[in-house]
């Protein structure tokens, strides 16, 4: 059974930072692609950052520049640094997972979510 498990959300001023983290679990051989989305209130669910096993990332426009994906293979973890936090950036972060290679075959998952709110 693979499991993803976020942390590290939370409440931020504008301009803050805030480090978001997620864990994969389970009798894992190799995940292809980790990736951040988030959703707001009203809004569909965009995606934010990914970041493919060979380090290959995309942004979305709206964070490029202020956010950074990172990951590491070996914890099956991946994480996203958020600087220059702005009231828009308030959802719910969601960790992806694709193209999970596991004893149970390949599949894709989600986390259940880490609130992230910028308010002063």
């Known amino acids: 059974q693979v499991r993803l498990v976020e942390s590290g959300g939370g409440l931020v001023q504008p301009g803050g930072s805030l480090r978001l983290s997620c864990a994969a679990s389970g009798s894992i051989f190799r995940i292809n692609t980790m990736a951040w989305y988030r959703q707001a209130p009203g809004k569909q669910r965009e995606l934010v950052a990914q970041i493919t096993r060979g380090a290959s990332i995309n942004y979305a426009d709206s964070v490029n520049g202020r956010f950074t994906i990172s990951r590491d293979n070996a914890k099956n973890t991946v994480s996203l640094q958020m600087n220059s936090l702005k009231p828009e950036d308030t959802a719910i972060y969601y960790c992806?997972?694709?193209?999970?290679?596991?004893?149970?075959?390949?599949?894709?998952?989600w986390g259940q979510g880490t609130q992230v709110t910028v308010s002063s």
């Open positions: 992806h997972a694709a193209g999970v290679v596991s004893a149970s075959g390949m599949y894709d998952y």
